[in-house]
């Protein structure tokens, strides 16, 4: 198997302060023991307290080194997280979300940051309990870390650990949907300087001792079932923010925002800051404060600013204010005190409300971490219209804010990971980075999710089942792009139970009497439209009312699209006789849709049996399941494109309606119909938005489809056959003159150099080493092969 290699497995770990280091730790292997057999190593917790509800805790292990070594790994893992610390440097954070079933374990070599004599391991753990976010699971409090040899079995977690509850925590019973809540921290009782060999821990106590550590397969029952981290570990970068916009009681420098300006505030004081960082982000906040023993500082952080009448203009600050997520840090006045957030806070705006009392208070720095999956812009696209060099940009960056150690909907929100989504999350990443791992995770989970009925969750990790049937059928197409894109067979063919559970759950919902199907249980979410005819009795946003009634040509065709891709993988994985019959079935059900559901007089499918409403979905997946007979499709699409009085796709289904768009012929106009997001642009934003206005999020990567378009569309680059084994390349400029790309591929980078002129299109395609494809525009086609290939040809046609 060919796997492309964009990445170093022992990736620097940078996390924590700012500040460089030129010692580090870094990432490694874990003993192939450790995944066979139960630890030695047992969780730990504190005791006293429960081990279920809300708690902050510190746990800490002296150990002795004679000689430096030149390797001491470690496998640390903790419920629900943990940050880990050597000799008061930073070393990871985790652990990596999974299920209780995939509990996963981060393996560190720490040994640059030993030295002889006393050395510290210290972890901060903490349960966010009832206030975790959606996407957290848990079982109890608990802290594990496991050497990776008999050499490193000295700092095993048993009783000779230390541990202290932290009692200077506090949930805020402020929340955002799904994120969990903000920190309220009372500085006078942290035990600062916990984390250095020097602390004096005498105080405290010896910990509780639960289970020895195992993995799958071991044992008559579980508790966490520990799984070797399968992602990198995520980028930690210093990201100053960029400007202050907004003062209330006093003047703020903008060189403090430069950690080179330290603000003090005089003693019974209140001040405001509004900080811009000028674009969306996602970092971990640390603020650095001397002095101002029981001062109130408020940190507040926003997507946007609102007044009355909900958001503007993004960069407008006039009349409006800041409502977001806020932590609340009490310093307790002594010298260099740095709060940081447990979790990340995601960001445009940031608000600094402070009130001192008798003390003057010193703000020394205020800075982000940004925080990520560690995706490199591998990928690239320019062209003659500077616009759409805006569009990548921003595209890029709402996808990077959405993928983290699992890929999110949207950052400043729920955090989880849908189906739906993720299928277009992971055709970005493809194309930009190259970097598979983050999408193979994600496949798995979803996989892990499924329930007895057979079909998916629509999103996991989530402490709330939640079941979008149709999303079910996006995880069939994302494991069938995965196959195009990756010659992996061994991991398709463990998703293939997977897929045939799905299938048989729909085709039990087919209705004998109509061909179609019938009542589907749960949220059959399609999109976000607002015409669709739902109201209290049918109070499901997003879904057309005829997935609970009966008779949905929507999900009926979605269906048959799915079979589509399901029918390609198993005849891959050689069930031919099932091949054949879901064949069969998915020609019926689009016979049956086509048969009942198309209007002559208006030359459109309509939703439902009913006929209930028009919308360009179900036209949509007329042309992608091929329902609709291929000679009207070309019509079908230009009337679906142009006809206002349709139900509208919005930014997440114009991924299919640009699918539909290519597979009629007519992707020459793709670039002539990116208004909506030039439109976005126009509007300030500084990432994608979920939805047209008003919207909920501001970041959510189903809308930054674009970069896949930009690559795969206008510059044309796709897999010829399963694998990327071939490629082809059919571009489709439209009105530009000059398009350059770049496309990442298992062997290397396909590049694209081509200039249009009238009926001439001319230039260079690059492929990688033992790379061969074809090349196709209008009625021309030729044979590339690897290296340069000379591009000149003219559209005799035109």
């Given at each position: 198997?060919?796997?492309?290699?964009?990445?170093?497995?022992?990736?620097?770990?940078?996390?924590?302060?700012?500040?460089?280091?030129?010692?580090?730790?870094?990432?490694?292997?874990?003993?192939?023991?450790?995944?066979?057999?139960?630890?030695?190593?047992?969780?730990?917790?504190?005791?006293?307290?429960?081990?279920?509800?809300?708690?902050?805790?510190?746990?800490?292990?002296?150990?002795?080194?004679?000689?430096?070594?030149?390797?001491?790994?470690?496998?640390?893992?903790?419920?629900?997280?943990?940050?880990?610390?050597?000799?008061?440097?930073?070393?990871?954070?985790?652990?990596?979300?999974?299920?209780?079933?995939?509990?996963?374990?981060?393996?560190?070599?720490?040994?640059?940051?030993l030295k002889e004599g006393d050395n510290v391991l210290a972890a901060l753990v903490w349960n966010m309990s009832s206030y975790a976010p959606g996407?957290?699971?848990?079982?109890?409090?608990?802290?594990?870390?496991?050497?990776?040899?008999?050499?490193?079995?000295?700092?095993?977690?048993?009783?000779?650990?230390?541990?202290?509850?932290?009692?200077?925590?506090?949930?805020?019973?402020?929340?955002?949907?799904?994120?969990?809540?903000?920190?309220?921290?009372?500085?006078?009782?942290?035990?600062?300087?916990?984390?250095?060999?020097?602390?004096?821990?005498?105080?405290?106590?010896?910990?509780?001792?639960?289970?020895?550590?195992?993995?799958?397969?071991?044992?008559?029952?579980?508790?966490?079932?520990?799984?070797?981290?399968?992602?990198?570990?995520?980028?930690?970068?210093?990201?100053?923010?960029?400007?202050?916009?907004?003062?209330?009681?006093?003047?703020?420098?903008?060189?403090?925002?430069?950690?080179?300006?330290?603000?003090?505030?005089?003693?019974?004081?209140?001040?405001?800051?509004?900080?811009?960082?000028?674009f969306l982000t996602n970092a971990y906040p640390e603020l650095k404060v001397s002095g101002g023993k029981d001062s109130e500082i408020r940190v507040?952080?926003?997507?946007?600013?609102?007044?009355?009448?909900?958001?503007?203009?993004?960069?407008?600050?006039?009349?409006?204010?800041?409502?977001?997520?806020?932590?609340?840090?009490?310093?307790?006045?002594?010298?260099?005190?740095?709060?940081?957030?447990?979790?990340?806070?995601?960001?445009?705006?940031?608000?600094?409300?402070?009130?001192?009392?008798?003390?003057?208070?010193?703000?020394?720095?205020?800075?982000?971490?940004?925080?990520?999956?560690?995706?490199?812009?591998?990928?690239?696209?320019?062209?003659?219209?500077?616009?759409?060099?805006?569009?990548?940009?921003?595209?890029?960056?709402?996808?990077?804010?959405?993928?983290?150690?699992?890929?999110?909907?949207?950052?400043?929100?729920?955090?989880?990971?849908?189906?739906?989504?993720?299928?277009?999350?992971?055709?970005?990443?493809?194309?930009?980075?190259?970097?598979?791992?983050?999408?193979?995770?994600?496949?798995?989970?979803?996989?892990?999710?499924?329930?007895?009925?057979?079909?998916?969750?629509?999103?996991?990790?989530?402490?709330?089942?939640?079941?979008?049937?149709?999303?079910?059928?996006?995880?069939?197409?994302?494991?069938?792009?995965?196959?195009?894109?990756?010659?992996?067979?061994?991991?398709?063919?463990?998703?293939?139970?997977?897929?045939?559970?799905?299938?048989?759950?729909?085709?039990?919902?087919?209705?004998?009497?109509?061909?179609?199907?019938?009542?589907?249980?749960?949220?059959?979410?399609?999109?976000?439209?607002?015409?669709?005819?739902?109201?209290?009795?049918?109070?499901?946003?997003?879904?057309?009312?005829?997935?609970?009634?009966?008779?949905?040509?929507?999900?009926?065709?979605?269906?048959?699209?799915?079979?589509?891709?399901?029918?390609?993988?198993?005849?891959?994985?050689?069930?031919?006789?099932?091949?054949?019959?879901?064949?069969?079935?998915?020609?019926?059900?689009?016979?049956?849709?086509?048969?009942?559901?198309?209007?002559?007089?208006?030359?459109?499918?309509?939703?439902?049996?009913?006929?209930?409403?028009?919308?360009?979905?179900?036209?949509?997946?007329?042309i992608l399941s091929d329902a609709v007979p291929k000679e009207k499709q070309v019509d079908l699409f230009n009337r679906l494109a142009t006809d206002?009085?349709?139900?509208?796709?919005?930014?997440?289904?114009?991924?299919?309606?640009?699918?539909?768009?290519?597979?009629?012929?007519?992707?020459?106009?793709?670039?002539?119909?990116?208004?909506?997001?030039?439109?976005?642009?126009?509007?300030?934003?500084?990432?994608?938005?979920?939805?047209?206005?008003?919207?909920?999020?501001?970041?959510?990567?189903?809308?930054?489809?674009?970069?896949?378009?930009?690559?795969?569309?206008?510059?044309?680059?796709?897999?010829?056959?399963?694998?990327?084994?071939?490629?082809?390349?059919?571009?489709?400029?439209?009105?530009?003159?000059?398009?350059?790309?770049?496309?990442?591929?298992?062997?290397?980078?396909?590049?694209?150099?081509?200039?249009?002129?009238?009926?001439?299109?001319?230039?260079?395609?690059?492929?990688?080493?033992?790379?061969?494809?074809?090349?196709?525009?209008?009625?021309?086609?030729?044979?590339?092969?690897?290296?340069?290939?000379?591009?000149?040809?003219?559209?005799?046609?035109?």
């Amino acid at each position: 198997m060919k796997r492309i290699n964009l990445f170093v497995l022992t990736l620097f770990l940078v996390w924590g302060t700012h500040a460089e280091t030129e010692r580090r730790a870094k990432t490694a292997e874990p003993n192939p023991e450790l995944l066979e057999k139960k630890w030695d190593a047992r969780w730990i917790a504190c005791p006293g307290v429960s081990l279920y509800d809300y708690g902050v805790y510190h746990f800490r292990k002296i150990f002795r080194i004679k000689d430096l070594p030149m390797t001491y790994v470690i496998n640390v893992s903790a419920d629900n997280r943990y940050r880990l610390f050597v000799n008061g440097t930073p070393v990871c954070y985790g652990p990596a979300r999974g299920d209780l079933s995939h509990w996963y374990f981060e393996t560190v070599d720490i040994a640059p940051l030993l030295k002889e004599g006393d050395n510290v391991l210290a972890a901060l753990v903490w349960n966010m309990s009832s206030y975790a976010p959606g996407a957290q699971m848990m079982l109890m409090t608990g802290f594990i870390l496991q050497g990776n040899s008999e050499r490193e079995r000295e700092v095993n977690t048993d009783c000779s650990w230390k541990v202290c509850r932290d009692l200077a925590y506090a949930p805020s019973p402020e929340k955002r949907q799904d994120v969990g809540c903000a920190d309220i921290v009372k500085g006078g009782q942290y035990p600062w300087g916990w984390e250095m060999q020097s602390f004096d821990d005498t105080a405290w106590a010896s910990p509780v001792l639960l289970r020895r550590g195992q993995p799958y397969g071991l044992g008559t029952g579980y508790d966490w079932m520990l799984c070797r981290r399968d992602i990198p570990l995520m980028e930690d970068t210093l990201l100053r923010m960029k400007a202050i916009r907004r003062t209330e009681g006093m003047t703020v420098p903008q060189a403090f925002l430069q950690g080179k300006a330290p603000l003090t505030i005089p003693a019974n004081k209140k001040v405001s800051v509004l900080i811009d960082q000028t674009f969306l982000t996602n970092a971990y906040p640390e603020l650095k404060v001397s002095g101002g023993k029981d001062s109130e500082i408020r940190v507040r952080y926003g997507e946007a600013l609102f007044n009355d009448k909900g958001k503007a203009h993004r960069n407008d600050i006039a009349g409006r204010k800041i409502t977001g997520f806020t932590d609340i840090f009490y310093p307790d006045g002594g010298n260099d005190r740095l709060f940081r957030t447990l979790w990340f806070r995601c960001y445009r705006y940031v608000q600094l409300d402070i009130e001192t009392k008798e003390q003057p208070l010193t703000i020394q720095d205020l800075y982000g971490m940004y925080t990520a999956y560690p995706f490199e812009e591998v990928g690239s696209f320019s062209s003659d219209d500077p616009e759409l060099s805006k569009i990548w940009t921003v595209g890029w960056r709402t996808a990077r804010l959405c993928a983290n150690e699992t890929y999110f909907d949207c950052p400043y929100y729920e955090q989880l990971q849908y189906v739906g989504d993720t299928r277009i999350q992971a055709l970005i990443s493809l194309y930009v980075s190259g970097d598979d791992r983050l999408m193979r995770k994600a496949i798995r989970m979803f996989d892990y999710s499924r329930t007895y009925e057979g079909i998916t969750a629509s999103r996991y990790p989530s402490r709330v089942p939640q079941y979008i049937p149709p999303f079910s059928l996006y995880w069939i197409n994302m494991v069938h792009d995965y196959w195009m894109y990756r010659d992996d067979p061994d991991f398709i063919k463990s998703c293939m139970p997977g897929v045939k559970t799905i299938l048989a759950w729909f085709v039990d919902k087919i209705e004998p009497a109509t061909g179609v199907l019938g009542r589907l249980p749960h949220w059959n979410f399609i999109d976000w439209p607002v015409q669709w005819p739902w109201d209290n009795e049918y109070p499901l946003g997003g879904t057309h009312r005829a997935t609970l009634t009966g008779g949905s040509a929507i999900v009926t065709l979605q269906l048959a699209y799915a079979i589509r891709d399901a029918v390609d993988l198993l005849k891959e994985c050689g069930e031919k006789e099932l091949a054949a019959y879901y064949e069969h079935l998915g020609i019926s059900l689009g016979q049956h849709v086509w048969n009942d559901c198309w209007n002559e007089g208006k030359q459109l499918l309509t939703d439902d049996l009913q006929g209930s409403s028009y919308s360009q979905h179900v036209n949509i997946m007329g042309i992608l399941s091929d329902a609709v007979p291929k000679e009207k499709q070309v019509d079908l699409f230009n009337r679906l494109a142009t006809d206002p009085s349709l139900i509208q796709a919005t930014f997440y289904y114009r991924f299919y309606l640009f699918r539909a768009l290519k597979k009629v012929g007519l992707a020459d106009r793709y670039v002539s119909m990116l208004q909506p997001w030039k439109d976005m642009i126009g509007i300030g934003l500084t990432t994608f938005a979920e939805n047209p206005e008003p919207t909920r999020s501001d970041c959510h990567a189903w809308s930054a489809s674009p970069l896949i378009d930009f690559l795969a569309t206008v510059c044309g680059v796709e897999p010829a056959e399963p694998g990327f084994k071939s490629v082809k390349i059919e571009p489709h400029l439209g009105t530009l003159q000059r398009v350059k790309g770049n496309v990442p591929h298992p062997n290397g980078i396909i590049s694209v150099s081509l200039e249009q002129k009238g009926k001439r299109l001319k230039g260079e395609l690059t492929l990688p080493p033992d790379l061969v494809g074809t090349f196709k525009w209008r009625d021309n086609e030729m044979t590339l092969t690897a290296g340069v290939n000379k591009i000149d040809v003219t559209d005799k046609h035109k």
